[in-house]
Nanobody
């Protein structure tokens, strides 16, 4: 079964850190561009960061540059998002999504597989 499963979310105070994971199964991880997105209550899905397929370039979106780091472990078929200096406006459900052969940036609704998300809440 092709799937992505996110984990690592939780409640953290402003200025704190969290590390999210996205475990992939059922497909060849390196063949896919894979990215993190987020959706705050009442808002649309927003891009966060992306890694292109076949070790291609990464991309960070302005709202998280300098604070978040995306990485992957191909041997474990897992994507990570290290989030530092968290702000209340980072509160959202964080989702990962993957598309075969794409390069960043990627369009969330156009991806081949999408996870269900993990909730991050940042208190002030």
């Amino acid at each position: 079964e092709v799937q992505l499963v996110e984990s690592g979310g939780g409640l953290v105070q402003a200025g704190g850190s969290l590390r999210l994971s996205c475990a992939a199964s059922g497909f060849t991880f390196d063949d896919y561009a894979i990215g993190w997105f987020r959706q705050a209550p009442g808002k649309d899905v927003e891009d966060v960061a992306c890694i292109s397929s076949k070790g291609g370039p990464t991309k960070y979106f302005d709202s998280v540059k300098g604070r978040f780091t995306i990485s992957s472990d191909n041997a474990k078929s897992t994507l990570y998002l290290q989030m530092n200096s968290l702000k209340p406006e980072d509160t959202a459900v964080y989702l990962c999504a993957a598309g075969k052969g794409f390069s960043c940036p990627i369009y969330y609704y156009g991806m081949d597989v999408r996870g269900k998300g993990t909730l991050v809440t940042v208190s002030s």
